[in-house]
């Protein structure tokens, strides 16, 4: 049974803040590493993907991975308000499988 | 528009009718995959579909949903006899693809409420 555990939150962040947000997986196969971002009422939007150990840096964002603890996380840097939103974590095995997505983290930006 | 096409974007059905939900792939991606979605819920993985060909179908109840993907024409998800708890956000991905290290690029969704 491959799983994705996410905290539900809500995740508090003041304006301009760092947000943290943290994913486990349960599959040792996983090779590829997805964060997405949900907007209430909306479809998932691609933030981030990685596929290998160590960090990825895109903007605002960093996605990090480290596969021996079998946990990926992404940072947000100088939070927004309009970053508010779900993170929904997903993690592929890199064959013709679908993408197993975690729960999602309801993220809050505090003006 | 390039994107992901999903209709009809909101579906109202009585229970023990049909619902059929319609996706058109990125252009350029024969690989489709559809997921469901419930209140605070997570994505939950429904089938992957290449062109005429189910790949995965093991996220789909065995009853009364189908899914298809044509030579031509859009993938369909079908519901037959739907219940109350069939009530929720259907989401099409396509992928270029259809490898698991290939990111998915969604569609607006289909809301489907059976009342």
């Known amino acids: 049974q491959k799983e994705v555990e996410q905290n539900s939150g809500p995740l508090s962040v003041p304006e301009g803040a760092i947000a943290s947000l943290n994913c486990t997986y349960s599959?040792?196969?996983?090779?590829?590493f997805f964060w997405y971002r949900q907007y209430s009422g909306k479809s998932p939007e691609l933030i981030m993907f990685i596929y290998s150990n160590g960090d990825k840096e895109d903007g605002r964002f960093t996605a990090q991975l480290n596969k021996a603890s079998q946990y990926v996380s992404l940072l947000i840097r100088d939070s927004q308000p309009s970053d508010s939103a779900t993170y929904l974590c997903?993690?592929?095995?890199?064959?013709?499988?679908?993408?197993?997505f975690g729960k999602g983290t309801h993220l809050i930006i505090q003006p | 528009n390039a994107g992901v096409m999903q209709n009809p974007r909101h579906l109202v059905r009585r229970r023990g009718q049909e619902a059929r939900l319609r996706c058109s792939p990125m252009k350029g991606h024969s690989h489709v995959y559809w997921y469901r979605q419930l209140p605070e819920e997570g994505l939950k993985f429904m089938v992957y579909l290449q062109k005429e060909n189910i790949i995965d179908e093991s996220g789909m109840p065995k009853e009364r949903f189908s899914a298809e993907f044509p030579k031509e024409g859009p993938s369909i998800l079908r519901i037959q006899q739907v219940v109350r708890g069939d009530s929720a956000a259907y989401f099409c991905?396509?992928?270029?693809?259809?490898?698991?290290?290939?990111?998915?690029?969604f569609g607006n969704g289909t809301r489907l409420t059976v009342t």
């Open positions: 599959d040792r196969g996983s090779q590829s």
């Open positions: 997903a993690v592929g095995r890199g064959g013709a499988d679908g993408l197993t």
């Open positions: 991905a396509s992928s270029p693809t259809g490898q698991g290290n290939s990111p998915l690029h």
